[in-house]
């Protein structure tokens, strides 16, 4: 997989506000997977997004993928002490090797 | 169903120690592979495997070997651990060709001494 680069590492946020994590690409990605992993657990898969411009909602999540295929977001809207954890993008092309980004670390306040 | 099976959870080894890192999974994926997890850096691939059979080198391979004799199992081998192997090891299979959900292991948390 292509190499993808999160920002920001870590984000801290009040209980009720929104979060927002960006990955990004210097080539055009085949498509892109987003997990969650919680402390101490391992990744859970959240959504694929294949298409360009794409937009994905899961409840108060918001998944979109870039007209160019280069960057993509995932947005939590009002969050809660549920959404902490390490959430990341992971990109791959047809030969199998997926490439994880870094991760955003999420922590809430009650 | 059980998903994807690592066994074991914890091991503290020594260094120029060798050992196996189990994973099942019973979901008939032909897809696995193993990352390692270590602050900072994400998850890393390490070696995978599309099929009974064929493995192939992932980001990084050197101290570990693989083998996938059937399609439930995917061994990772240490052969002489080094204190720089220390981390978090994941394996996860998923269905097919990629874009499938991949599902992970529980972990195993390997120290080395």
């Known amino acids: 997989g292509q190499q993808v680069m999160q920002i920001p590492q870590y984000q801290h946020v009040q209980e009720g506000e929104d979060f927002t994590t960006y990955c990004n690409s210097s080539t055009t990605l085949s498509n892109i997977q987003w997990y969650k992993q919680r402390p101490g657990g391992h990744p859970v898969f959240l959504i694929q997004l294949v298409k360009s411009g794409e937009v994905k909602k899961q409840k108060r999540l918001t998944f979109q993928f870039g007209e160019a295929k280069k960057n993509s977001s995932l947005h939590i809207t009002a969050t809660q002490t549920t959404d902490v954890g390490t959430y990341f993008c992971v990109s791959g092309g047809s030969n199998y090797k997926l490439t994880f980004g870094k991760g955003t670390l999420l922590t809430v306040n009650p | 169903n059980a998903g994807v099976t690592q066994t074991p959870k914890f091991q503290v080894l020594k260094t120029g120690q060798s050992m196996t890192l189990q994973c099942a999974q019973d979901m008939n994926h032909e897809y696995m592979s193993w990352y390692r997890q270590d602050p900072g850096m994400g998850l890393r691939l390490i070696h995978y495997?599309?099929?009974?059979?064929?493995?192939d080198q992932g980001e990084v391979p050197n101290g570990y070997n693989v083998s996938r004799s059937t399609t439930e199992d995917f061994p990772l081998r240490l052969l002489s651990a080094a204190p720089s192997q220390t981390s978090v090891y994941f394996c996860a299979s998923s269905r097919g060709r990629f874009g499938q959900p991949q599902h992970f292991g529980d972990g195993t948390r390997l120290s080395i001494l």
């Open positions: 495997s599309v099929g009974a059979g064929i493995t």
